[in-house]
T-cell receptor, first 112, second 115 residues
Framework: QKEVEQNSGPLSVPEGAIASLNCTYS??????FFWYRQYSGKSPELIMF????GDKEDGRFTAQLNKASQYVSLLIRDSQPSDSATYLC????????????FGSGTRLSIRP | DAGVTQSPTHLIKTRGQQVTLRCSPI?????VSWYQQVLGQGPQFIFQ???????GRGNFPDRFSARQFPNYSSELNVNALLLGDSALYLC??????????????FGSGTQLSVL
């Protein structure tokens, strides 16, 4: 079982719609959860982080965390073509806080 | 302010050779992490260093080693290169202390090709 799992996509969403990206993790003791955006040929960029159960909103982005279900999600409202990228879910492992573990990413495509 | 800088940007080596990759963190960041990213996959954790000591190590063979210098820059060394070592090597820096240590800022990476 992979430590952090994501659907590889591609996920195609019409412009202006809500994009929903999901991630599950295996280490029940994980404490910190991150979403990175990676444009093709570029390096990952941190866009959201969440530590507590519930929702955290920042502009058009909302991160959701459910530790009981070991589930993290990212919602992107009013999707724009510039949101087309690969979204990486990352988790800080309880057993080693130094080790940030990434999923394989979900490729998101926003169609005009 | 300069971001994380990595050198070189591209490198071509042959099997069995050794390679050294370099990273300078953002000013004020004392933690450096190294990741390997194969095309189509997420970054895989190799090492984390702060205060010049190894603080974490991923599932990579002993051919991989790293160090951090007093100015917080870092080098990643890979010996006896294999074809499977071909990947994008990413360096990330972060502040030290609490949750800030986990917020990674990535450099643009070194693309290593092993022939």
């Amino acid at each position: 079982q992979k430590e952090v799992e994501q659907n590889s996509g591609p996920l195609s969403v019409p412009e202006g719609a809500i994009a929903s990206l999901n991630c599950t993790y295996s280490d029940r003791g994980s404490q910190s959860f991150f979403w990175y955006r990676q444009y093709s040929g570029k390096s990952p960029e941190l866009i959201m982080f969440i530590y507590s159960n519930g929702d955290k909103e920042d502009g058009r982005f909302t991160a959701q965390l459910n530790k009981a279900s070991q589930y993290v999600s990212l919602l992107i409202r009013d999707s724009q073509p510039s949101d087309s990228a690969t979204y990486l879910c990352a988790v800080s492992g309880y057993s080693s806080a130094s080790k940030i573990i990434f999923g394989s990413g979900t490729r998101l495509s926003i169609r005009p | 302010d300069a971001g994380v800088t990595q050198s070189p940007t591209h490198l071509i080596k042959t099997r069995g050779q050794q390679v050294t990759l370099r990273c300078s963190p953002i000013s004020g960041h004392k933690s450096v992490s190294w990741y390997q990213q194969v095309l189509g996959q997420g970054p895989q954790f190799i090492f984390q260093y702060y205060e010049k000591e190894e603080r974490g190590r991923g599932n990579f063979p002993d051919r991989f080693s790293a160090r951090q210098f007093p100015n917080y820059s870092s080098e990643l060394n890979v010996n006896a290169l294999l074809l499977g070592d071909s990947a994008l090597y990413l360096c990330a820096s972060s502040l030290v202390g609490g949750e800030a240590r986990e917020k990674l800022f990535f450099g643009s990476g070194t693309q290593l090709s092993v022939l």
